[in-house]
C-alpha cells in the first residue's frame, strides 16, 4: 500500500521512511551512493550487535574503508552524559568530517543518543536510522527529537535534528523481547486511538496467537503507525500544536512511571493504562468512547500493581508536578470520538481524581 513514506519539515528539507524486510542491502546502497565518503560511523545497541552486528559491519566495509563502530550498551542508563562524551570521544578521535555520515542501529535508546551526537558534532553529520524495535519504528525514529538524561530529569538535553533517511527492517524484530513488543504496541494502539481506528483490527489479528511472529506481516500496521507519527509531526515540526496529540494517555503515565522508579512500569505499560484514564476523563467531559478497544488488550498486559496503592491524591499531585505542566494546571489530549484529539488544560482537580479511581479499580 505505502510504497515508501516521506517527511517534510522545512520548504526545503524531507526525508524518507522504508519499511521493509531483510532490507540491509538497499541501506548500504543508500549510504554508498549518497555520501561520497571513505568513513562512515556506525553505532549499534549492544544486543543488536549480538545478533547482527557483524553482518552490518562486514557489508558497510564493501563500500566504506574506514568503518567506526561504537557499541552503546543496552538500556535507558546508555542515554546520559557520560554515553554521549564516550561516543564524542570515540568518534573525534577517529578523525571525521562534516559529510561524514553515523549511522544509528538501534530502539529508541540508541537512536536518541547517536541522534544528539550527530546533531552536534561538528555543528551537524548526516543522521541515518535503522530502528530496530517496534517502538521505534513507529516512533522514536521518526520526527527528529533526539537527546539524553540528565540527573534532574529524562529527556532533558537535547536537539531536534532530522534524519536524512530512517530504514525500518522489520527482520529486527525477530530477536524482539516480548515486553518490548508490548511497548511498541502501546505506541500503535495510541495511533489507533487519535488517529485511525481501523489499527484496532489489524492489531487483534496480529496479536491473536500471543506471539507477534511472523515479523514480517507487521509491515502495513509499521507503516500505517508511522504515516500517522509523519502526518503530525510535518504539521508541527517543533511540537507547538497538534504534536501534543502524540502525548495521549501520556501524562497519566509519566505518573506511574515516576511511582515506579522507571523499573516496575515499562514505558508501555504505563501509556497502557493512561490510554485507560484518558478514554475515562474523555467519556466524563461527553465523549462516548466503549472499552473494548483496551479490554481487547489487556491480556498482553501484566501490569504491576502494587503502585496502584498511592494514594490518587499524591498520583494527582505528582501529575501536576510533570515537567510539561505549567502553573500545576494539567493539560490532557482527550478524544472527542476515536480518531478525534483534542487538548484541554484540566482545572477540575475532581476529574483527574476520578480517572486514576478508575484505574484503579481496573488493575489495581
Ligand atoms: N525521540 C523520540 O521521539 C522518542 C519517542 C519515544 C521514545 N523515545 C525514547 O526511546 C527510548 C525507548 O526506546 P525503545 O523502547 O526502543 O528501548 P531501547 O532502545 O532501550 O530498546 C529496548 C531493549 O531492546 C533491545 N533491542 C533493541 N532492538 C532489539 C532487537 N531487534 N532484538 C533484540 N533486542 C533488541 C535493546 O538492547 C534494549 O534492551 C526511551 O529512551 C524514550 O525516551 C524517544
Known amino acids: 500500500m505505502f510504497s515508501q513514506l516521506t517527511l517534510k519539515t522545512s520548504y526545503s528539507d524531507e526525508y524518507f521512511i522504508k519499511v521493509g524486510y531483510d532490507i540491509r542491502n538497499e541501506v548500504i546502497g543508500f549510504l554508498a551512493q549518497g555520501f561520497s565518503t571513505s568513513k562512515i560511523i556506525m553505532v549499534i545497541d549492544g544486543n543488536v550487535d549480538n545478533t547482527f552486528g557483524e553482518d552490518w559491519f562486514n557489508d558497510l566495509k564493501k563500500s566504506f574503508k574506514h568503518v567506526v563502530k561504537c557499541v552503546v550498551p543496552s538500556g535507558e542508563k546508555s ?67 533526539t537527546g539524553i538524561n540528565h540527573s534532574t530529569g529524562k529527556n532533558l538535553i537535547g536537539a531536534f535534528y532530522q534524519p536524512k533517511a530512517v530504514f525500518s527492517d522489520l527482520k ?31 492489531l487483534k489479528e496480529l496479536t491473536r496467537e500471543g506471539d507477534f511472529s511472523p515479523a514480517k506481516e507487521w509491515k502495513h500496521l509499521v507503516e500505517k503507525s508511522a504515516a500517522i507519527k509523519v502526518h503530525i509531526v510535518a504539521r508541527d515540526v517543533k511540537e507547538s500544536g497538534i504534536r501534543e496529540f502524540l502525548n495521549f494517555g501520556h501524562t497519566f503515565a509519566h505518573v506511574l512511571e515516576r511511582i515506579g522508579e522507571y523499573t516496575d512500569y515499562s514505558h508501555g505499560e504505563a501509556v497502557y493504562v493512561g490510554m485507560w ?88
Open 172 to 202: 529486527f524484530l525477530e530477536t524482539l523481547p516480548e515486553k518490548e513488543w508490548v511497548n511498541g504496541i502501546s505506541e500503535i494502539l495510541k495511533c489507533g486511538f487519535i488517529n485511525d481506528p481501523s489499527i484496532f483490527e489489524e
Open 79 to 145: 542515554k546520559s552524559l557520560s554515553s554521549y562524551n564516550q561516543l564524542l570521544d570515540n568518534i573525534l578521535s577517529s578523525g571525521i568530517e562534516r559529510k561524514t555520515p553515523l549511522l544509528a542501529i538501534g530502539g529508541g535508546v540508541t537512536g536518541d543518543l547517536a541522534g544528539y551526537v550527530a546533531a552536534s558534532v561538528l555543528r551537524g553529520i548526516p543522521l541515518i536510522h535503522v530502528p530496530t524495535t517496534l517502538l521505534a519504528m513507529v516512533d522514536s525514529s521518526i520526527g527528529g527529537k
Open 277 to 364: 484514564a484518558a478514554v475515562f476523563a474523555s467519556n466524563k467531559l461527553g465523549a462516548d468512547i466503549g472499552i473494548a478497544n483496551l479490554k481487547d488488550f489487556k491480556s498482553l498486559y501484566d501490569v504491576y500493581k502494587d503502585g496502584f496503592q498511592t494514594n490518587t491524591d499524591e498520583l494527582v499531585s505528582l501529575m501536576q508536578k510533570d515537567k510539561k505542566v505549567q502553573n500545576e494546571k494539567v493539560r490532557l489530549v482527550l478524544l472527542k470520538s476515536l480518531g478525534q484529539p483534542y487538548t484541554r488544560t484540566i482545572s477540575d482537580k475532581q476529574l483527574l481524581n476520578s480517572s486514576w479511581d478508575y484505574v484503579k479499580e481496573i488493575f489495581g
